[in-house]
């Protein structure tokens, strides 16, 4: 397998549109304002047989015409007419394709896709799609995008990368990405895959210092050899959340009408992802819960658990949440933490874990009670619960957690379930990198998944 | 065991504060601004040694001096001076009480809540508490929960009454019941339950027109074998949702801690949930996924499902999550639908289940998909799938499944996953009595539940 070089895709030193257009409704105007809006700082080239000028802007009859050497091409034109713009890419010697148009072997065009997939090789173009909606890297102010911007809401820059073939998915999978307020490193949606396939990119991934998690969704995984030769390796570098559909027979057999996925039983996919450590998620909000984690939360040092809580039925509901995972258990608090905490807590507190400090407890009593756990040597991990509910709980609280998360070794997330008065300060929490969940079920996934991830990782190092 | 009638606690001709103040931070306010701003049509009586006129209103320095009658009077003064208020409430043959205090058994106080105990059951007074918030039935405008009005939002008028002995987990559940969008008929949080407990509560609800679905959340059931003789009626006459905290052994630990449950395993209420039929939720997000499809819901003439979608992916996952579940499995469409299908569904569109329009499908073609599946005799239940992230799905699509939910008998339930635009919607499709979920799986935990739960009713009746 050799690498390929896919720098030229996500940080272009310039870029051209085929099929630029100066009507907004269409793609090759959309992904001009995409480059406009962000501010992509190079050069951008548009290419049209009608060469009328485009918002001021100079139209190329062809990339033939153009000068530089071109990093990445956006082509937004028929199929039909794909062959002819893609074999004149190859002469310009271009880099990189990013290919938007459907019509291709999702209709049944099989004929037509094996020519771009051959063209592309014969040229040493690295292509994404066709079929797709391409590429976006906040950070190299990439966007080949063309998605109704007041559909859904774009994440800020951060650690996670995102891979699906499906564009509709994957719109789904980037709006969610904001609404949980955590960090965007990479988005590709390659749909077809008639040249660049998840194998490609996840190696390109694994290698990119911007990615601190590799989230997936796939249907199927084409090239099996070798994506088990870097399945060996990739989780060494970093986690990769996996969410293959299509895991049950009726399942597969939807699989293959939507993406002529044609893959082997998922029992044998599951085998390959859990002997090389990948952390498997079943549905769109799991796969979530996964890159949350892995985004802000460095290794644990062990499994043991603290939970603090404003309210006590959460506090057991949570309880019940960990002692149900095989892979995490209750901390004891140790002899210092209970002393301490005796020291400040109110008479109404019980010392124990969990720590239930009661529908009144504020900022104040949060802090004299996370104070002890953090430096708790029998504590590897921490579950804050805050109920905003409650009379105690309010904004100062949640800027207290926030203090202490900055001065925190230790993985620490907060559970925090409700409507707007919640999701206000969930957003405050989250986007200061202080993980949220909705619900302890949810939280107990993703800390048993950062357990074991790292677990897997230093014992196989 | 003796039916108790707790009418005058839900439905009172008149009420009575004991404790009313004209301190806005006291509960003795909050309680009569409630009453106020619910527009409680009956007679308002305050109560306080203190006669002092609060808001213009002429208070009493005992019930004694009432005339008339009481049916409900909520206590809301220190624990120690419960006992005396509580004599004269019995003397003045009140039918029923609230008591908000705290102070009793949870910190250990069991003497005293023994003493209100036994005076209850002397002057037979339904009470309910202490340490509670109380009850809230938006009907006949009762609310006597004291809770900070900006922190959370109140939900509609509908059929689902929730039970809980915790107050805080009773304020996040009326959180997420408004966020959720659907309809609260009462709500209790009953606290330590010295004299009123659960399985009264759940009789009354049993027996109330106004009551679809009871949603319960308990640490534990104090009669046993009263509940055993309850359990066995009351899922014939409606469906009942149970959330049981302290499943595991650390999480009765916690339990105990918090309430002082003392309950038997968690396997020995769990055999007698499933044999009468309860439905069990293990997190207070499932728990709301339940109780919002038995509200809107009825039974099913079976568990065949079809599945509507305008992203493959997301159909692919939604017939994962069906074909999981040992109760669920995917229909199969009659040769009549498929004829209809194919004259109206665009080329691109396979036609099978499950239907992927594609994410250029709007309010016509869901219609068209939706009308010939709606009389499919091999379609028990139908899952319409909306990414509204697609350049298709709009607010014209989100009103053309509404209008076909009002036309149709079958059960019909929606996905959709997003931020702003989707939530938008979901808020639309919810408050028209169409339920909405946010993930496949969440979606078959639903259906899965109604047809199980009316497999159970229909094969014992």
């Given at each position: 397998?050799?690498?390929?070089?896919l720098?030229?895709?996500?940080?272009?030193?310039?870029?051209?549109?085929?099929?630029?257009?100066?009507?907004?409704?269409?793609?090759?105007h959309?992904?001009?304002?995409?480059?406009?809006?962000?501010?992509?700082?190079?050069?951008?080239?548009?290419?049209?047989?009608?060469?009328?000028?485009?918002?001021?802007?100079?139209?190329?009859?062809?990339?033939?015409?153009?000068?530089?050497?071109?990093d990445?091409?956006?082509?937004?034109?028929p199929?039909?007419?794909?062959p002819?713009?893609?074999?004149?890419?190859?002469?310009?010697?271009?880099?990189?394709?990013v290919l938007v148009?459907?019509?291709?072997?999702?209709?049944?065009?099989?004929?037509?896709q094996?020519?771009?997939?051959?063209?592309?090789?014969?040229?040493?173009?690295?292509?994404?799609?066709?079929?797709?909606?391409?590429?976006?890297?906040?950070?190299?102010?990439?966007n080949?995008?063309?998605?109704?911007?007041?559909?859904?809401?774009?994440?800020?820059?951060?650690?996670?990368s995102?891979?699906?073939?499906?564009g509709?998915?994957?719109?789904?999978?980037?709006?969610?990405?904001?609404?949980?307020?955590?960090?965007?490193?990479?988005?590709?949606?390659?749909g077809n895959?008639?040249?660049?396939?998840?194998?490609?990119l996840?190696?390109?991934?694994?290698?990119?210092?911007?990615?601190?998690?590799?989230?997936?969704?796939?249907?199927?995984?084409?090239?099996?050899?070798?994506?088990?030769e870097?399945?060996?390796?990739?989780?060494?570098?970093?986690?990769?959340?996996?969410?293959k559909?299509?895991r049950?027979?009726?399942g597969?057999?939807?699989?293959?009408?939507?993406?002529?996925?044609?893959a082997?039983?998922?029992?044998?996919?599951?085998?390959?992802?859990?002997q090389?450590?990948?952390?498997i998620?079943?549905?769109?909000t799991?796969l979530?819960?996964?890159?949350?984690?892995?985004?802000?939360?460095k290794?644990?040092?062990?499994?043991?658990?603290?939970?603090?809580?404003?309210g006590?039925?959460?506090?057991?509901l949570t309880?019940?949440?960990?002692?149900?995972?095989?892979?995490?258990?209750?901390?004891?608090l140790s002899?210092?933490?209970?002393?301490?905490?005796?020291?400040t807590?109110?008479?109404?507190?019980?010392?124990r874990?969990?720590?239930?400090?009661?529908?009144?407890?504020?900022?104040?009593?949060?802090?004299?009670?996370?104070?002890?756990?953090?430096?708790?040597p029998n504590?590897?991990?921490?579950?804050?619960?805050?109920?905003?509910?409650?009379?105690?709980?309010?904004?100062?609280?949640?800027?207290?957690i926030?203090?202490?998360?900055?001065?925190?070794?230790?993985?620490?997330?907060?559970?925090?379930?409700?409507?707007?008065y919640?999701?206000?300060?969930?957003?405050?929490?989250?986007?200061s990198?202080?993980?949220?969940?909705d619900?302890?079920?949810?939280?107990?996934?993703a800390?048993?998944?950062?357990?074991?991830?790292y677990?897997?990782?230093?014992?196989k190092?």
């Amino acid at each position: 397998m050799t690498k390929r070089d896919l720098t030229p895709l996500f940080k272009p030193k310039n870029v051209a549109i085929i099929g630029a257009s100066a009507d907004p409704g269409k793609v090759g105007h959309i992904i001009l304002l995409n480059y406009l809006n962000e501010g992509y700082p190079g050069k951008i080239y548009l290419v049209n047989k009608n060469t009328a000028p485009i918002l001021g802007r100079k139209v190329y009859g062809s990339v033939l015409e153009i000068k530089e050497r071109l990093d990445s091409v956006v082509i937004a034109i028929p199929a039909a007419a794909v062959p002819e713009v893609l074999e004149e890419c190859g002469k310009a010697k271009v880099r990189s394709v990013v290919l938007v148009s459907g019509g291709f072997s999702e209709v049944g065009n099989v004929e037509l896709q094996d020519q771009i997939t051959a063209m592309a090789k014969k040229y040493d173009i690295a292509l994404v799609g066709p079929n797709c909606l391409g590429i976006m890297n906040p950070r190299s102010r990439v966007n080949t995008l063309f998605l109704p911007a007041y559909k859904l809401s774009k994440p800020r820059i951060g650690g996670v990368s995102f891979i699906a073939q499906s564009g509709a998915v994957g719109s789904v999978i980037l709006d969610l990405i904001e609404g949980e307020g955590f960090g965007l490193s990479k988005f590709v949606s390659y749909g077809n895959a008639a040249d660049v396939d998840e194998v490609d990119l996840m190696e390109y991934l694994m290698n990119d210092d911007e990615t601190n998690v590799i989230v997936m969704y796939t249907e199927g995984i084409k090239r099996g050899k070798a994506f088990l030769e870097l399945a060996r390796k990739i989780t060494k570098a970093k986690p990769v959340v996996i969410l293959k559909a299509g895991r049950t027979e009726a399942g597969a057999s939807a699989a293959h009408s939507h993406t002529a996925a044609l893959a082997g039983s998922y029992e044998s996919h599951e085998a390959v992802f859990k002997q090389f450590g990948f952390t498997i998620a079943n549905d769109l909000t799991d796969l979530l819960y996964y890159a949350k984690i892995f985004e802000s939360e460095k290794a644990p040092q062990g499994n043991r658990i603290a939970i603090i809580t404003n309210g006590g039925g959460a506090g057991v509901l949570t309880t019940d949440a960990i002692s149900s995972s095989k892979y995490l258990r209750l901390a004891e608090l140790s002899e210092a933490s209970k002393k301490a905490l005796s020291k400040t807590m109110p008479l109404l507190v019980n010392i124990r874990n969990p720590l239930d400090l009661a529908g009144d407890a504020g900022d104040k009593r949060y802090h004299d009670a996370l104070y002890p756990i953090i430096n708790d040597p029998n504590v590897d991990m921490v579950i804050v619960i805050i109920l905003f509910q409650t009379p105690g709980a309010d904004s100062k609280l949640a800027a207290e957690i926030i203090g202490l998360k900055e001065i925190m070794a230790k993985p620490m997330i907060t559970i925090a379930t409700g409507t707007q008065y919640t999701e206000m300060h969930k957003v405050m929490m989250e986007s200061s990198g202080l993980p949220v969940y909705d619900s302890p079920r949810a939280a107990a996934m993703a800390l048993e998944a950062l357990f074991r991830y790292y677990a897997y990782k230093n014992h196989k190092e």
